[in-house]
């Protein structure tokens, strides 16, 4: 079992930079995969971006590629997602999600993650 509980959202406005955090309560290194995902209202959940702990091998959904970065710091137990040039489509509620012991990461769909956080919103205005 794992918790995850996310921080850093907030409301900037078109082109600035929030960097969202995911702490764990347990060791988030080894053969793990974590993840971010949004969903706005009305949508169904996306995947944004993923890493997994074990090589730190990163993925990101073509909408974000380039303004976000996804990385981990093992010693604090926590993933984190730096956002730059933010759009208002960016404009979500973000979740982190992690699954057990993989020995890679799933594709990006919600059911692949077995371990979720209640969300941080973002709010992004034109």
């Known amino acids: 079992q794992v918790q995850l509980v996310e921080s850093g959202g907030g409301s900037v406005q078109a082109g600035g930079s929030l960097r969202l955090s995911c702490a764990a309560s347990?060791?988030?290194?080894?053969?793990?995969?974590m993840a971010w995902f949004r969903q706005a209202p009305g949508k169904e959940r996306e995947g944004v971006a993923s890493?997994?702990?074990?090589?730190?091998?990163?993925f990101y959904a073509d909408s974000v590629k380039g303004r976000f970065t996804i990385s981990q710091d093992n010693a604090q137990n926590t993933l984190y997602l730096q956002m730059n040039s933010l759009k208002p489509e960016d404009t979500a509620m973000y979740y982190c999600?992690?699954?057990?012991?993989?020995?890679?990461?799933?594709?990006?769909?919600?059911?692949?993650?077995?371990?979720w956080g209640q969300g941080t919103q973002v709010t992004v205005s034109s």
């Open positions: 999600a992690a699954t057990s012991y993989a020995w890679s990461c799933p594709p990006m769909s919600p059911g692949g993650f077995g371990y």
């Open positions: 890493i997994y702990t074990s090589d730190s091998s990163t």
């Open positions: 347990r060791y988030i290194g080894g053969r793990r995969c």
